[in-house]
């Protein structure tokens, strides 16, 4: 993989507080990267440093081979997009726009004509001469963008952009966002806490907890083969089950409450390990009665949630928690208080190491 922009050993320490520690990343051109984790896991610290707002502690990082060290945010040629648009209040959409191009030395009547080109580009065609205060939040969000995308940036980097819309308008300028870096094949990191989010725009998230970077990888790979036990919580719903590998070779796990589970990876743990298995809730199977060829436990159903279209079933199988996604429609076999089976394949059961 040739890598656009690489970031080598990246730490950054405010005194005693660590808040980087040795973060390496590679993105290709083009690439769409998301930088996902809890609230103070180092997402926005790791995107001031490569915009050069912040200084790493140590480590380096280049773009296109050629090193950033030393260079001040406006010579990097990095377009930015925060959650609060940062427009300038007394200038126009267009003037906004053409801001960045001024600031190059662009002629006047060409730079407020690419203004417009760029605010059509974003879904802005005619509102060039409306200030920011006369634009809904959308829009100005859309504005913003076009400022950091009017002058062909190397990288484009988002914080949190659409953290302050509402959840409609929030899933449009995802469509939007992700269709505006298509057409200029920007590489592109976008910061959210948001896991949907992460899922649906990126070609590759990285997972920070804690400073670190836990997983860099597909949405799909995240979700079907987290590395941590960390990545498996954070990244859709699951059942994590702490367990001892009992039979490496065979593919066999034991846990108290669940007795012993079947599992694919043979080759993932040696005899005796602590493990976690991953469980999806969409993988386990509700019945009355066992089903042959599946491994078979017994749940007591306590919660059942109805979202409609699908519920959530929350149960016990001993002392263990277990949650089953059942279609709408399977769940009327079932009511809370109840006894039932619950049943998975050996290729559902994900072994984490603990
Ligand atoms: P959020 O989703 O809340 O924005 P984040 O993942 O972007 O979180 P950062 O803003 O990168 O997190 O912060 C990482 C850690 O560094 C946090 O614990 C934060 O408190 C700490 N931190 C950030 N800036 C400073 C500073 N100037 N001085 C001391 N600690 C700081």
Not at 285 to 302: A, F, H, Q, T, Y
């Amino acid at each position: 993989m040739s890598s656009y922009l690489q970031l080598s050993g990246i730490s950054k320490t405010y005194g005693q507080f660590t808040a980087l520690e040795a973060v390496d990343l590679d993105i290709k051109k083009g690439e769409f990267v998301t930088f996902l984790g809890p609230s103070g896991s180092g997402k926005t610290t790791t995107l001031m440093i490569i915009a050069g707002f912040e200084t790493a502690t140590s480590g380096s990082v280049d773009v296109a081979g050629k090193s950033l060290f030393g260079l001040a945010p406006h010579e990097r040629n990095i377009g930015i997009v925060f959650q609060n648009y940062g427009l300038f209040p007394h200038k126009t959409a267009a003037q906004n726009v053409y801001f960045p191009l001024q600031m190059r030395g662009w002629d006047k009547a060409k730079g407020l004509k690419r203004a417009e080109e760029m605010l059509d580009l974003v879904g802005l065609k005619g509102f060039g001469h409306r200030h920011p205060k006369e634009l809904s939040g959308g829009q100005q969000q859309r504005v913003a963008l076009a400022r950091a995308l009017v002058f062909e940036p190397s990288l484009l980097l988002l914080d949190e952009p659409l953290g302050a819309l509402d959840k409609n308008l929030r899933e449009q300028m995802q469509i939007e966002i992700k269709r505006i870096q298509r057409a200029l094949g920007v590489t592109t990191i976008f910061v959210t806490h948001d896991q949907t989010e992460a899922m649906s725009m990126s070609d590759r998230i990285v997972v920070f907890e804690q400073g670190r970077v836990q997983q860099v990888a597909t949405p799909l790979e995240l979700y079907h083969k987290p590395e941590t036990k960390f990545v498996a919580g954070f990244i859709g719903e699951s059942n994590l089950v702490d367990a001892t590998i009992t039979d490496a070779a065979a593919g066999e796990a034991g846990n108290a409450a669940l007795g012993t589970v079947e599992y694919a990876q043979t080759d993932k743990a040696a005899n005796g390990a602590a493990v976690t298995l991953m469980i999806r809730p969409e993988h386990i199977k509700l019945s009355r009665n066992p089903i042959d060829g599946r491994k078979n436990v017994r749940m007591k159903v306590e919660t059942i949630v109805n979202y409609g279209d699908n519920a959530l079933v929350i149960g016990k199988v001993g002392d263990q928690a277990m949650r089953v996604r059942v279609l709408g429609a399977d769940v009327v076999i079932i009511r809370e208080g109840e006894e039932c089976c619950i049943s998975w394949t050996r290729d559902s059961v994900y072994v984490i190491a603990a």
